[in-house]
């Protein structure tokens, strides 16, 4: 019986790892490359989407490290009916810091290394393929269909880069105009 305990509680501990890490990895990389690239195609410069991908990775690293201590910490405290301290949920925190924060720089390595459309398609392939490659080690671990959830990575998280490309078009676009419209009635 003590020893069922012990298994259940190592394998709750490595669920939350898990857990955290696959969407730490997730969640950097759909934000960090559908920034980037709807910054990119509103033909932002350079510098500019460099600026605003590590000021994302940063921030961002940084909330959802918090996030996740927050929502442990208060699973914990609804699953005890006790006031846990919050230093008892920092492991599983800082899998999601690490996580979010290392992956952030996959999509934006391209632009630092070279610019214009390489940097463009380049940080969007490298992006799907680290999300595709995530969903089908992560199936692989859990003994799940790894191919058909590397390409549901693969396809949900594309399908949020070309939102990210498409809004940051028709912001250029609108913005564009909007300035246009206001001289004229300036």
Same mark, same amino acid.
């Given at each position: 019986?003590? #020893?069922?305990k012990?298994?259940q509680k190592?394998s #709750?501990?490595?669920v939350?790892?898990?857990? #955290? /890490?696959i969407?730490? $990895?997730e969640d950097?990389?759909?934000?960090? &490359?559908?920034?980037?690239s709807?910054?990119a195609?509103a033909?932002a ?8 991908? &590590?000021?994302?990775i940063f $921030?961002?690293?940084f909330s959802?490290? %918090?996030g996740s201590? /927050?929502?442990?910490n208060?699973?914990r ?11 008892k949920?920092?492991k599983?925190?800082?899998v999601m810091?690490f996580? +979010?924060f290392?992956?952030g /720089?996959?999509?934006?390595l391209?632009?630092?290394?070279t610019? !214009?459309? +390489?940097a ?7 992006? $799907?393929?680290?999300?595709? %490659?995530? !969903?089908?080690?992560?199936a692989? %671990? /859990?003994?799940?269909?790894a %191919?058909k959830?590397?390409?549901?990575m ?5 399908g949020?880069?070309?939102l990210?490309?498409? $809004?940051?078009?028709f912001?250029?676009?609108n913005?564009l105009?909007l300035? &246009?419209?206001?001289?004229?009635? &300036?």
């Amino acid at each position: 019986m003590k #020893n069922e305990k012990m298994r259940q509680k190592i394998s #709750n501990t490595s669920v939350l790892y898990v857990r #955290n /890490f696959i969407f730490g $990895v997730e969640d950097s990389l759909v934000s960090t &490359v559908g920034l980037v690239s709807g910054i990119a195609a509103a033909s932002a410069p350079r510098t500019a989407i460099i600026l605003t991908g &590590v000021v994302l990775i940063f $921030v961002e690293a940084f909330s959802m490290a %918090i996030g996740s201590l /927050f929502s442990e910490n208060s699973a914990r405290e609804y699953e005890t009916k006790k006031d846990i301290p919050l230093f008892k949920s920092a492991k599983g925190a800082l899998v999601m810091f690490f996580a +979010y924060f290392c992956s952030g /720089f996959i999509p934006l390595l391209p632009y630092i290394l070279t610019e !214009g459309h +390489y940097a463009f398609w380049a940080s969007i392939i490298a992006s $799907v393929l680290t999300l595709f %490659i995530l !969903g089908a080690v992560s199936a692989k %671990i /859990f003994g799940t269909g790894a %191919i058909k959830h590397g390409l549901e990575m693969f396809f949900l998280g594309g399908g949020a880069i070309a939102l990210g490309v498409a $809004v940051g078009k028709f912001a250029h676009s609108n913005f564009l105009a909007l300035t &246009v419209f206001h001289r004229f009635l &300036v």
